[in-house]
């Protein structure tokens, strides 16, 4: 019997066999301005040769699945024989969803899993629950960790003891990659050129530019300066998919730091886009969202824990979801923390090598586990008894 493991995000799906490597891959479909509207699934994006005005059908929405026709087809090609083939007599399927999701949501992944794929068993569990797993695998010796995942939708953090989530301390910021993307795409529509319509190119101009500041005010004084002074600014050549395949900064001695380019590349000169955009997760109300930043809400989710138990949070702080790979990211979040806590408290703050794939590399282990079978609904189980079996077993 082998098992599928897939981190089922609103943006990538991380997927894999519990006995090989994880492939990150759109969880969407696209439609294509240039491919007269053809529809592509998962990674053929890679077949769009031109994918500027790409539309993007996404299963989820607001952070929950709700559209479950384009969910059906981006399984079907990942579990097809274009991708995995999966043998569903002989596999198991542990998949992540989002915390709080809705009972409705909950019943249709069931039926789907079990009646239309027909996966011998099912272990439906939170991401953030297998990243704690994933932590506490290197760190035996810890008890408690608290898991910040900061992805497409928004940014959960959640303190687990053990593989016990706290569900009375969780905390949701409606910040996540999606949100920060378009506002770069309105601030830069704003101020230069019309990129509304461009949200691929936009979420690669993000990727490649944007950092968090490690001090706000002093970069924005930066960003004001004009000619070799202004260190945060960057000229990025944007691609035009026929000599310039992807975007990226013009080094910094090809600057051309006042006047024009002689060459016919189109340009985005950005400065303090790269670090305000960012900045919404710490301040969210920077736009208008009247909620704490990540660091503020890691503090009062572990205040709202008995005091005994609060040192070992601060001390096993980890950081995933696409979010965690802006530069400086770790840093902020460590200074910021560590102003508001105690001075006797340690304070610990883990960037794993790759926190997007964290969360499947802990349900990878949680396979190979002893008690992984007691774990799982089987199909047996799930025909006997429906629904309240999943209910019953999963921690969710
Ligand atoms: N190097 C990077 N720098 C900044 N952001 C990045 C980077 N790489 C990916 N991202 C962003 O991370 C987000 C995707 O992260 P992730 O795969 O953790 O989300 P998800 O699991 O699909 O979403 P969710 O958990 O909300 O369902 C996207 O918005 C993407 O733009
Ligand atoms: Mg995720």
Redesign the pocket.
């Known amino acids: 019997m082998t098992t599928l493991v897939l981190?089922n995000?609103?943006?990538?799906a991380?997927i894999g066999y519990s006995h090989e490597t994880v492939s990150?891959i759109p969880?969407c479909q696209f439609r294509s301005k240039t491919a007269r509207l053809k529809t592509f699934t998962a990674n053929q994006i890679d077949e769009i040769k031109d994918p500027s005005g790409l539309f993007y059908i996404l299963p989820?929405q607001k952070?929950y699945l709700v559209n479950w026709d384009v969910q059906r087809q981006v399984w079907d090609y990942l579990f097809g024989k274009e991708m995995y083939q999966v043998d569903f007599l002989d596999t198991n399927i542990i998949i992540t969803e989002?915390y709080f999701n809705f009972t409705s949501i909950q019943e249709s992944m069931n039926e789907i899993l079990f009646e239309e794929y027909q996966f011998q068993a099912v272990l439906r569990v939170n991401?953030g629950a297998l990243s704690a797993h994933r932590y506490f695998r290197d760190n035996p010796s810890e008890l408690c960790c608290i898991i910040v995942?900061s992805?497409?939708?928004?940014t959960h953090i959640v303190p687990y003891c053990r593989s016990k989530k706290k569900k009375e301390a969780i905390i949701r910021i409606n910040v996540?990659?999606?949100l920060?993307?378009n506002h770069l795409k309105e601030i830069i529509s704003y101020r230069q050129l019309h990129v509304m319509d461009e949200t691929h190119v936009i979420?690669q101009v993000?990727?490649d530019v944007?950092y968090v500041s490690q001090d706000f005010y002093r970069d924005m004084d930066i960003a004001k300066l004009k000619g070799e002074e202004n260190t945060v600014m960057v000229d990025y050549v944007l691609p035009d998919f026929s000599t310039i395949k992807k975007g990226f900064c013009k080094p910094r001695e090809e600057m051309v730091l006042s006047g024009k380019y002689k060459s016919g590349e189109q340009i985005l000169r950005l400065a303090n886009e790269r670090f305000a955009v960012p900045e919404i997760l710490f301040n969210p109300s920077d736009i208008g969202i009247q909620e704490m930043g990540i660091p503020e809400a890691i503090v009062y989710s572990i205040q709202n824990l008995p005091e005994e138990m609060q040192p070992h949070f601060f001390k096993n702080i980890v950081l995933?979801?696409?979010?965690s790979?802006?530069p400086g990211f770790r840093d902020r979040v460590y200074s910021e923390v560590r102003c508001l806590t105690p001075t006797d408290y340690d304070v610990s703050v883990v960037l794993p090598e790759n926190p997007?794939t964290y969360a499947w590399e802990g349900g990878k282990l949680i396979s190979e586990n002893d008690d992984f079978e007691d774990m799982v609904v089987t199909r047996e189980d799930y025909e006997e008894n429906g629904h309240s079996i999943c209910e019953e077993k999963f921690d969710i």
Not at 151 to 154: A, L, M, Q
Not at 320 to 323: I, L, M, Q, S
């Open positions: 981190d995000g609103a943006y990538n991380k990150v969880n989820f952070g989002p991401a995942d992805g497409y939708s928004f996540g990659g999606k920060l993307t979420n993000k990727e944007c995933t979801g696409g979010n790979l802006f997007i």
